[in-house]
């Protein structure tokens, strides 16, 4: 059939080498990325029972600490730095160490003063990343230091372990999230940070899909007419419409196919991540996601640790979806692709030259960045009437929060959101086959800041 | 003459621009019609209209009976247009390339290898078909397209500049396949240049065309003698002169 004929070239320009060899580093990547990042995680767990300290004040008490610490499953690496003196860059490279702490001289006689002892650490720090200051390996080690001599002031105080465990933790708070009439035993921080790394996967499929399909078809457009092979191809005996659906469909499989690969690395790299902090994890999961607070800081420690414990209490308060739910979003990611196609098409027929053919998709990406990054700081309904209409005039938004909506049992909201979708690729697919099946495939340009010469008339001739 | 071609009245206005108005002329069956005009006159622009690319304002024109507004589906399968400077897909090979439009006309595969040996016959690239169209010199490529042109035997074969920016032995090779497939085999071309010396050697009859009016048609000898010229360039030049004043 002649639209097959169609269809392979279309497919065969597409998925060339070069996208193939950018679908495999896109996975290299993610997998090396995940690896880093479990390795990472792995240390930093692992480093929690493991701390280098030096005892400069070497009392009894001390040797007794580190004793206490050892007992507690703490691995103590001594060593001497008491000829360093506060030369703290030369102890870690001489040590070859990231992280020290370090009993200074007096820490007994303060303590037995009745004063608050001095402890120090010293860490180094190689960049501001995120994997780097996971791994502080000192935080774990002073957590305990500090319950030993907690437990040893409690002792010399005559207070029973009893009453200082009430006082370190004066209230037992139970809390509850009420989501949709429903109620379960978890902190809205575990939630929010178990939806924002289900919201962090789903945007990036959608970015990939946009950016991917949006590129193929505008380029498949562009570049046949600057070469002038659309108007050899249009005179051939074969319809516009089969012209125009082969090379849709081919922009379509070749999205998908990122789409899928992506997502596949992607989800991959979170599993890898999140599998790896529970199998090193030294106690229960429970206490696992404890650890991982401890160990990783305040902004990415809620995300971890919802992940490992919010699971069940997710599936109670109904946050997760349901095989419809995931058919509904795959409804809504299809009519997004479609609506990209046909902005695409209709941009790919301005151009007329390859200069143009670089920035002119520049619309429809700042439409799709806009609701991006609103979706990730904001929420788009607390928003001001007039801004969040705005923000809904763009058809990507409802794309980036369909999770949300249905997670949330914001249902009208979403389906409100793909009726909208539905209306606006109506809208472009009429003005699409228009400009196809017209003479403005040929003859339509962009001429901004050019002389309107004869209005209309095409160029050549 | 049977004829193969029949333009009546055709016109088009691109909002405010009459680029062409009330265009009429016919080619008859083996025949080599030529459009010569300057820069903006609207030969492109006929030519798409009978490529079925552009619709016209008003007028029509059939081509083997088909009718360009009526039945332009009928009209493509009779005709076979090559762009001025038109490339091919350059990631393909040559002979991909004959192979991807070949399909287009045939479903058939048998068909479609006999377009491809035809096109081999008259382009003779050889081994070279078998390079990706990327690494062709600007006559090579201009040589696959004038075969996949006319490797479908078209019954009429539209030419938009066929040797623009070629040099002098391309230029000759592709008007002598011009001239070999018409009086040999009977195909009917409709071309449009500016080298009014290739114009003289290749085509039957001309029309000069300018500021969108087909000015005048007829056989090259008659033109020069009634315009008393030594050449078509003559022709040409007191033709145009002719529309300025009026």
Known sequence: MKFFNLLRKELKELINAQMIASLAMIVVIFMVFGNVMSST??????????????????????????????????????????ADGDDYVSILRKNDLKSIIIIPRGFTEALDSGEKPELITATEMKSAALVDSISDTSSGGID????????????????????????????????????????????????????????EILPVIIFVLIVMTSQSLMGAISNEKIDKTLETLLSAPVSRVSILTAKMLAATIAAILNAVVTMVAFS???????????????????????????????????????MLTAQGAMRELGL??????????????FVTIMICLCISLILGALVTDAKQSQTILLPLMMGVMVPYFISIFADVNSLPPVVRGLVYAIPFTHTFSAIPNLMFGHTGLFIGGLIYQV???????????????????????????????????PAEE | MENVLEVKGLSKKYSKVLAVDNVSFEIGKGEIFALIGPNGAGKTTTIRMIS??????????????ASITQAPQKVRENITYLPDEAGAY???????????????FSTDPREIDRYIERAKEINQLGDRLKDKISTYSRGMARKLLLSRAVMTRPQLAILDEPTSGLDVLNAIEIRKTIKKLSHEEGMS???????????????????IIAKGHLMVTGRIDELKERYNAPNLEEVFERVVKENEIL
């Open chain 1, 320 to 333: 997760s979806l349901t095989p419809a739910d995931y058919l509904l979003v795959g409804i809504e990611m």
């Open chain 2, 90 to 104: 350059k990631n393909m090979t040559g002979l991909a390339y004959l192979k991807f439009m070949g399909g287009l």
């Open chain 1, 423 to 457: 209306i606006f690729l109506a809208a472009c697919m009429y003005f699409a086959l228009k400009i196809f099946n017209s003479d403005k495939i040929l003859t339509m340009s962009l001429n901004f800041g050019k002389k309107k010469k004869k209005k209309g008339a």
């Open chain 1, 268 to 306: 991959a790299f979170m599993a890898k991540a999140a599998i790896d902090i529970s199998k090193d994890a030294p106690d229960a999961l429970n206490n696992a996601a404890v650890n991982a607070q401890n160990m990783i800081p305040d902004d990415v420690s809620g995300n971890l640790s919802g």
């Open chain 1, 144 to 199: 305990k230091i500090k319950d030993i001599l907690s437990d040893e002031i409690a002792k010399r105080s005559g207070i029973t372990d009893e009453e200082l465990e009430n006082i370190d933790s004066p209230l037992t708070l139970t809390e509850n999230t009420v989501i949709s009439g429903k109620s379960a035993k978890i902190s809205t921080d575990a939630i929010i940070g178990r939806v924002m790394m289900l919201n």
């Open chain 2, 189 to 207: 071309f409709l071309l449009s240049s500016h080298n009014m010396l290739e114009i003289e050697y290749v085509s039957d009859r001309v029309g």
């Open chain 2, 52 to 65: 079925t690319l552009l619709t016209p304002t008003s007028g029509d024109a059939t081509v083997a009976g």
């Open chain 1, 41 to 82: 995680i792995s240390e930093a767990v692992k480093s929690e029972s493991s701390v280098t300290l030096s005892d400069c004040d070497d009392t009894e008490f001390t040797r007794s600490l580190l004793k206490k610490l050892e007992e507690n499953n703490v691995t103590v690496r001594k060593i001497d730095t008491s």
